[in-house]
């Protein structure tokens, strides 16, 4: 590749500070921030084009910071149980993966000062804190940065305004899918870092980490591994014994019909197109593929769409004013039962069905997408107005969640809170038209007994926490 292929527009690169590499740099330094994985990686894979092209080593940079907001104790070990595998596969690319403590910019200041790169190559990430750190890092930065939108399937920069719902994304995204559903090259750096290159770092030892760190809140979870192995064994797990069942069954949770990748979706340990190409090669029949191509890219990438064009994604605001007009009016609806935040967070409320979904998620770090949408509609339902359930479903979701933090959630919060990408149902006290879902048709929907007894069972200690069907 020649240098002014690689400075053609490209709908995954942004030019983040413009220019031509440096004459006098003495590598390409990838800026490892959203994509924790050496694995289809295309920010990786555009670093060592660039590293290739200007005959140059490529050196990868990672910023361990303690203060992500929300990020919890269980969060850190699975984040730095990926670390090991993307060092191990970057390291199979001919990148060493450095991993220093701080923020994740001013680490990538950091290790561009020591070894003077002639461009920063870095992975792109819509979420607020993040782009905060790629306008830091770029304000600060002597050389030229590009930033690769690499964790979505279809470049969401195709999409420049907000979407109003699945409908609206979906037949664009069908439009321009499969020019992106293809496997990726897997290139290797052929310039060999100098070791004299290669700064100081951590030891990516989990507990030594966590100890440096020195990260609170929600507690690790045994049996909830993070890494690009855990996520593409779990990955062959669910292609050879869930996915056969996926469109009839993904709304069972007794036991789950679904991938359980959404965590290591969450850490960039797993490209969707991995798992994408995977599901569209199986013969899982096309019902099967279709429902999961949907979630996990028209849903997701709807996700993405809302979080990147809407700044109030994390917020009742950033929801759609029918829905906002509608709460207000039924804002002094009488509320039957008012629980407090730490009544919820305690799962004690007079709903088993509810208190259960609450329990999963404390303590397996995750909960059925059927009954995450009944657990936020609930908080509404118990909450004194609409603005503060959404803030306390997200701060659940958030601590929680192995997978809290990302623009599923904020856009499963905002859907059923704020009606956001839905539309409106007949009307009803406190919600309005905002859609309900009840108590009574919940249960009826799935093996609801079943799963109240499964998450006791984990409660009490004599059932597994682990992900129930893939051990
Ligand atoms: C109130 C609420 C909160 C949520 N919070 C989160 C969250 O914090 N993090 C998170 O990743 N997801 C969240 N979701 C979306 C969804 O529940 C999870 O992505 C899904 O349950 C993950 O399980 P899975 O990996 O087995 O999904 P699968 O059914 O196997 O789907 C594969 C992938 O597709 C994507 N996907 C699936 N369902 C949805 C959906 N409804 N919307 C967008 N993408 C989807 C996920 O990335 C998922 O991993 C939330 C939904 C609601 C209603």
């Not at 790169?117 to 990430?125: E, F, M, S």
């Not at 002597?142 to 609206?168: N, Q």
């Not at 969450?266 to 949907?294: C, K, M, Y």
């Not at 404390?362 to 509404?380: C, D, E, F």
Request: charged content about 25%; aromatic content about 8%.
């Amino acid at each position: 590749m020649t240098v002014s292929m690689l400075m053609r527009p490209d709908p995954r690169v942004r030019v983040a500070h413009e220019g031509d590499p440096r004459a006098e740099g003495r590598c390409v330094l990838y800026w490892m921030q959203r994509a924790q994985r050496g694995l289809d990686n295309p920010a990786l894979n555009y670093a060592i084009a660039w590293g290739n092209t200007l005959g140059l080593p490529v050196l990868a940079c990672f910023g361990l910071t303690a203060d992500y907001p929300g990020a919890q104790r269980r969060h850190y070990r699975f984040l730095i149980e990926g670390l090991a595998d993307a060092r191990n596969d970057l390291a199979a690319c001919g990148v060493p993966l450095v991993v220093r403590l701080g923020r994740p910019d001013r680490v990538a200041i950091e290790v561009a000062n020591l070894i003077q790169p002639a461009l920063v190559i870095g992975d792109d990430n819509p979420v607020r804190v993040a782009q905060e750190w790629r306008s830091a890092l770029v304000r600060d930065l002597a050389v030229p940065c590009r930033l690769v939108d690499a964790d979505v399937v279809v470049p969401s920069s195709l999409f420049p305004k907000e979407e109003f719902a699945a409908r609206t994304l979906r037949p664009k995204m069908h439009r321009a899918w499969n020019d992106y559903l293809k496997p990726l090259p897997r290139p290797i750096a052929k310039n060999a870092c100098p070791d004299a290159l290669i700064p100081r770092g951590e030891t990516l030892d989990v507990e030594g980490l966590l100890a440096k760190l020195k990260v609170g809140g929600a507690g690790e979870l045994s049996g909830y591994r993070g890494g690009t192995r855990e996520a593409l064994r779990r990955l062959d797990l669910f292609v050879e014994h869930r996915l056969a069942r996926y469109a009839e069954e993904r709304n069972e949770p007794s036991p789950y019909a679904t991938s359980e990748l959404s965590a290591h979706l969450h850490f960039g340990q797993i490209s969707p197109l991995t798992i994408a190409l995977r599901v569209r090669d199986s013969a899982a029949g096309d019902a099967n593929i279709e429902a999961l191509l949907e979630e996990l890219i028209v849903r997701r990438e709807l996700a993405v769409n809302f979080v990147a064009r809407n700044p109030k994604y994390d917020s009742i605001e950033g929801c759609p004013r029918w829905a906002l007009e509608t709460l207000q009016k039924h804002e002094r609806d009488p509320r039957p039962y008012l629980y407090d935040p730490a009544t919820l967070e305690a799962g004690s409320t007079h709903d088993p069905l509810w208190n259960a979904a609450q329990q999963e998620m404390v303590h397996t770090g995750r909960m059925h997408n059927y009954l995450r949408m009944y657990w936020a509609k609930k908080i509404l339902e118990w909450s004194p107005d609409a603005a503060t359930a959404f803030k306390v479903a997200l701060d659940l979701n958030d601590r929680y969640e192995m997978d809290g933090r990302d623009p599923n959630g904020y856009t499963g919060v905002a859907w059923a809170v704020g009606g956001k990408h839905d539309r409106p149902w007949p009307e009803r006290p406190i919600f309005g038209t905002v859609r309900f879902m009840s108590y009574a048709s919940t249960r009826r929907k799935f093996r609801s007994d079943q799963y109240i007894e499964r998450v006791r069972a984990i409660v009490e200690g004599c059932g597994d926490n682990a992900p129930w069907a893939l051990k």
